[in-house]
């Protein structure tokens, strides 16, 4: 364990005391900054014409529905495109520098390297989950808002950073070029929303177990909303399990090259 912990407070390190954390995080309250208010704004004209017309659908008069899933939607939109840069150097970069080596030379295992890595990532993207989440905390002081259910889905949206983590640090350990693991990362962390859509696609009612099983829009629903289920807990425990395997194994075979 000291392994893993040495090399997460080095990654750590390396994103606090780096520019590219903060100038993402800057880009990430800018645009929330110029949305939050948009959405509160439509809210706000929302109720209005409740009261005057009263047939707006009843979910979207709740502040959770009418304006934080809405601003949760754009988290995941920022995190598709912000996560790939956070993690692109982790492997890519030391491969380009021959740091790489040293690290396989050092008295640590590749699954310690991997699992270092890896918490340190998660630490860089709960920071930007918790800048996203200062907005809405900041409407307490205007409006009472139901804790658990905002948390949750908030929860919910740090398990897909951390799914979108442990592909992308998979995509950064097959290359040496930045650039292709980032273009690679943003691939993965796109594409896994459409396996979903095979649901529809099929008439079997097998297959379509089988596809909404393995839907991350599906198990991410049910959290955003204010549930937690096990069975999306092991569904991301899952993901995350295998691409860190899978990355570990790349790690391991650069020891025998």
């Not at 912000?82 to 080596?101: G, R, S, Y």
């Not at 699954?111 to 993207?125: C, N, S």
């Amino acid at each position: 364990m000291s392994g893993t912990f040495t090399i997460f407070k080095k990654e750590l390190k390396g994103f606090v005391f780096g520019p590219t954390f903060w100038i993402i995080c800057f880009l990430v309250s800018l645009i929330f900054s110029w949305i939050y208010p948009i959405q509160l704004n439509m809210f706000a004209q929302l109720l209005l014409n409740y009261v005057m017309q009263q047939n707006v659908p009843a979910n979207q008069l709740n502040i959770h529905y009418g304006v934080f899933l809405r601003v949760l939607s754009y988290l995941n939109l920022v995190l598709i495109f912000v996560v790939p840069a956070l993690t692109m150097k982790l492997f890519a970069e030391e491969k380009k520098m021959h740091t790489f080596d040293l690290l396989l030379t050092s008295p640590v295992t590749s699954f310690q390297i991997v699992i270092g890595k890896y918490l340190a990532a998660l630490g860089a993207i709960l920071g930007l989950v918790l800048v996203a989440l200062c907005y809405p905390l900041a409407t307490a002081a205007l409006a009472k808002l139901n804790w658990a259910p905002l948390f949750i889905a908030f929860f919910g949206i740090f398990l897909v950073g951390a799914v979108y983590a442990a592909m992308d640090l998979f995509c950064s350990s097959l290359t040496d070029n930045s650039l292709i693991a980032y273009v690679a990362s943003v691939i993965f962390n796109v594409s896994i929303w459409f396996v979903g859509i095979g649901a529809e696609a099929v008439d079997s009612a097998v297959a379509r177990k089988v596809f909404e099983h393995v839907s991350l829009s599906s198990h991410l629903s049910s959290l955003v909303e204010g549930t937690i289920r096990t069975n999306g807990l092991i569904f991301f425990a899952s993901i995350i399990v295998l691409f860190c395997f899978l990355a570990e194994r790349v790690v391991e075979s650069s020891r025998w090259r």
